[in-house]
């Protein structure tokens, strides 16, 4: 499985690892890149070849990793010359559309879309997949799966549509949690802990709850439940945040999230 990246930052980086780590070797991937240095690094810290142009880098049956900012992708993929359907394409884009990339890219319809989140950068990040179902074949499929299993779970979403609403929840998730984090930072600081010991409770608080939910089968609510004790110190503490609507914030932000990606990609496939 030959693979090329366009685009050599830190999701690319992660997933070239991650690669590496499973037993690929470095001859199979390759990068564009337009910056020397980060060229550099790669090629030292890897022993993948880089290039700083496309055209220099594919290889025939390439899959082509799509890993720059979304609005550098419509620039980064028109010095793609593609046969068409040739090549399996994969963006890692938040906002950009399959639709908006087959225009890009003339017609190609061998597309997937994912949405990896930041958790990939240590092997633990989930990443939301959509084929573009025309012309996608099941061996793409398992090499996207591969792709991205190289660095966390895979979900596959059966509508276009609900990419934003992947993007909202785990892709933007991690900023999400490290608020959380901050903000038990902070009231463990206020209250007259260490800086040292209220960033270790806060930090181990979230990764054995974490831990303890997805070992259980029960729904969040029951884990929950079976923390409060009837008028005890989280009765308090959660009886505050209902007060002050925390959970309905939570959302209402996350809806927020949902309705930009979807902004994003109307107004950067826009003609």
Not at 52 to 72: H, Y
Not at 171 to 186: D, I, K, N, R
Not at 207 to 229: I, M, Y
Request: aromatic residues 4%; contains cysteine; charged residues 20%.
């Amino acid at each position: 499985m030959n693979i090329t990246f366009i685009g050599g930052g830190n999701m690319a980086e992660a997933l070239i690892g991650g690669l590496l780590g499973k037993g690929y070797q470095a001859a199979e991937l390759r990068v564009v890149e337009i910056n020397v240095e980060q060229r550099r690094k790669l090629a030292a810290r890897y022993g993948v070849n880089c290039h700083a142009t496309a055209a220099e880098a594919l290889r025939p049956g390439d899959i082509i990793v799509l890993a720059v900012k979304p609005q550098q992708m419509r620039a980064a993929v028109s010095g793609l010359a593609l046969e068409k359907d040739a090549n399996l394409v994969l963006s890692i884009a938040a906002g950009i559309t399959l639709d908006a990339l087959s225009k890009w890219l003339h017609g190609h319809l061998r597309l997937i879309r994912a949405m990896p989140n930041t958790p990939a950068l240590i092997g633990e990040g989930i990443t939301g997949l959509y084929a573009m179902p025309q012309q996608v074949t099941p061996e793409d499929i398992r090499n996207a799966e591969t792709i991205l299993g190289a660095v966390g779970a895979t979900v596959w979403i059966d509508d276009a549509g609900l990419m934003d609403a992947v993007t909202a929840v785990s892709g933007s998730g991690p900023a999400y949690v490290f608020l959380f984090m901050e903000a038990l930072e902070q009231a463990g600081k206020e209250l007259g802990l260490s800086v040292e010991t209220a960033r270790q409770l806060a930090l181990q608080t979230f990764t054995g709850a974490a831990k303890l939910a997805a070992g259980s089968p029960e729904p969040l609510s029951v884990l929950r439940e079976r923390v409060t004790s009837k008028g005890g110190t989280t009765e308090a503490a959660l009886n505050s945040m209902a007060r002050d609507e925390v959970k309905n914030a939570i959302i209402r932000a996350i809806r927020a999230a949902c309705a930009r990606g979807r902004e994003l990609g109307d107004e950067l496939g826009r003609d």
